[in-house]
């Protein structure tokens, strides 16, 4: 079974840039489409960015669009999330997850899951 374990998370000032990445163990990497989400203290998870299996096609919410970048390397079985701009309202959890099927913005539609890597912008 595909495991999943986000890293790169951290302290940063405002304005500055996190670059997350999400490491899968497993042989079938390459035809899960993956995703980013986070949850912050007192609002529900949230969609953040979305990737297809070989990393053509890319979406996202529109609260990050512009700031955040989502790209893949199947050979290295990694995701990665480049955050820049940041913003004390970036500040959450941010979760690495994976669904054996097309792209989705839905949460519930994924399969597997990371830990979580902690992200908190400071103003």
């Known amino acids: 079974q595909m495991q999943l374990v986000e890293s790169g998370g951290g302290l940063v000032q405002a304005g500055g840039s996190l670059r997350l990445s999400c490491v899968a163990s497993g042989r079938t990497f390459s035809s899960y489409a993956m995703g980013w989400f986070r949850q912050a203290p007192g609002k529900e998870r949230e969609f953040v960015a979305a990737?297809?299996?070989?990393?053509?096609?890319?979406y996202y919410a529109d609260s990050v669009k512009g700031r955040f970048t989502i790209s893949r390397d199947n050979a290295k079985n990694t995701v990665y999330l480049q955050m820049s701009s940041l913003k004390p309202e970036d500040t959450a959890v941010y979760y690495c997850?994976?669904?054996?099927?097309?792209?989705?913005?839905?949460?519930?539609?994924?399969?597997?899951w990371g830990r979580g890597t902690q992200v908190t912008v400071s103003s």
């Open positions: 997850a994976g669904r054996h099927g097309f792209v989705s913005h839905q949460s519930y539609e994924y399969d597997i």
């Open positions: 990737i297809s299996w070989r990393g053509g096609n890319q």
